[in-house]
């Protein structure tokens, strides 16, 4: 067993640096979806990368060329870097992104987004602080303390940051296809901190997420809008034809209508179906981030296992259709019916996309309409699957336990993150989610916050978490 008091102790008495670092990373704006925020992004790159300078790492600013269909722009760089070169030791490659949603007080924001504010639950509110500026900082932290508590750093640490990760990542999986065999050829082992626990009470490890493929159906037939008055009932109305379509989807208690979808599904096994009982959540639990009774299941393992390991169809919206406040009596021309299906193994992009295209057409069919209907394909991303008793994970769950003193929750993400699945194929190796943040933080949304007990206690598991894996790897 790691001899880690010394660095807990460390720790905790640097907690006020660490949270004024954090203070400084959260007043940089480094929004990647605004244009006017660029500069802003390259700042924050630029003081990440003297912040790792600072501890004696190694670092690169990668750039990563023009982002396409914004020719005017750069690319933020992509930070490459390395601490510590022991060939004795393991090497252990992690990934974080230092850019962050958009936000502004107007949007209903208590305090200033963008000035890192504590309350006195220890809530520290300000955007990126859990989503993932703080999680990159947490490594950042335990070199410091390392360093402080004149204990041996026991891996050789790869980092990869970078900050488009909110903007679709333009550029990353080609960086890391180049690099796969050159500045991630030494990496045993992947984490990523980069998610959440899913309650507020008890960690979690990840092993798993849904991939996401999104389509949309486009129907069309007059030259422009029409009056109804007009022409009602002297038409075939777009709208009408899209919502018989969209209608025949999915039912009121969530069962895809797709012919052939759950085919797809990997069978659930009696090792899988033993996780769920021990996870820490409740129907509760549930309701109170719905905001609302609204669950379909009754029972925690049910919902759960409809989160994480069975897909989904939602519907997003329709485009070209009146929404404004007031009545309005139009006959949209055109409009485009948005849709999604969160898939899990074993179901592959293109099979799941053949169904869904055979299902629109057969249903436009029944419709007989003189109007034009196109189905397309926006993007798909790929759902991600890793082994749990991998020694990366059985580190991970010793950690956890030495720090918080409880074994974790293996859990798998309803939602979708696909640099897990890239690095994933392009290195070979067994890849880590280890959430440092909990469920109610907020990230992506009106105060994103982290709490300091998270953050203090979460720096001290990705330490321990390098001990630990360094001697389960060898």
Not at 103 to 119: C, E, R
Not at 132 to 147: C, F, M, R, S, T
Not at 223 to 234: A, E, K, N, R
Not at 350 to 358: G, N, R
Request: with cysteine; hydrophobic share 35%; charged share 25%.
């Amino acid at each position: 067993m790691p001899h880690l008091d010394p660095y807990f102790k460390q720790v905790d008495g640097l907690q006020e640096t660490f949270i004024q670092r954090l203070r400084e990373a959260v007043a940089i704006p480094s929004i990647s979806s605004e244009d006017e925020r660029r500069p802003d992004v390259v700042k924050m790159g630029h003081w990440l990368a003297d912040q790792i300078k600072a501890l004696g790492g190694e670092v690169e600013l990668r750039e990563l060329g023009k982002q396409p269909g914004h020719e005017h722009l750069n690319l933020p760089p992509c930070i490459l870097g390395r601490y510590g070169n022991d060939p004795n030791k393991k090497s252990i490659l992690v990934y974080g992104h230092y850019d962050v949603q958009p936000a502004q007080k107007s949007d209903g924001w208590a305090t200033d987004p963008f000035t890192l504010t504590i309350d006195d639950k220890g809530r520290m509110f300000g955007r990126g602080s859990t989503d993932d500026k703080g999680p990159v900082l947490g490594w950042l932290n335990a070199i410091e303390a390392h360093q402080k508590a004149g204990v041996d750093f026991p891996v050789n640490l790869i980092m990869c940051f970078e900050g488009m990760e909110e903007n679709g990542s333009e550029g990353l999986d080609e960086l890391i296809a180049e690099e796969a065999k050159k500045f991630f050829k030494d990496a045993d082992v992947v984490c990523i901190s980069d998610n959440y626990w899913l309650g507020t009470e008890k960690p979690c490890l990840t092993y798993g997420v849904r991939g996401c493929n999104y389509y949309s159906v486009e129907v069309s037939g007059p030259g422009q809008d029409l009056h109804s008055g007009v022409y009602g009932g002297m038409t075939h109305e777009p709208m009408t034809d899209l919502i018989r379509i969209m209608n025949s989807f999915v039912d009121p208690d969530g069962k895809i209508l797709i012919k052939g979808i759950d085919d797809l599904v990997a069978p659930l096994t009696e090792q899988e179906a033993a996780l769920y009982p021990p996870i820490a959540f409740t129907m509760q639990d549930l309701h109170q981030s719905l905001g609302s009774e609204v669950s379909i299941h009754d029972t925690k393992e049910e919902a759960l296992k409809h989160k994480m390991r069975y897909p989904s169809l939602s519907l997003h919206g329709i485009e070209g259709a009146f929404y404004t406040p007031g009545a309005k009596t139009v006959i949209p021309a055109k409009v485009i019916g948005k849709f999604s299906i969160r898939t899990v193994p074993n179901m592959e992009i293109d099979p799941v996309t053949k169904l869904v295209e055979e299902h629109v057409n057969q249903e436009w069919a029944k419709l007989g309409s003189k109007n034009k209907m196109k189905f397309n394909v926006v993007h798909c991303g790929k759902w991600w699957v890793e082994d749990p008793n991998h020694p990366n994970y059985t580190a991970a769950a010793k950690a956890v336990e030495r720090v918080f003193g409880v074994k974790p929750d293996m859990t798998r993400e309803g939602g979708s993150i696909p640099v897990t699945l890239t690095f994933q194929e392009q290195l070979g190796k067994n890849v880590l989610l280890l959430p440092m943040g909990s469920s109610t933080d907020a990230a992506h949304s009106i105060n994103e916050k982290l709490d300091k007990m998270n953050y203090i206690e979460g720096t001290k598991l990705l330490g321990a978490y390098l001990h630990y894996v360094a001697g389960e790897l060898k």
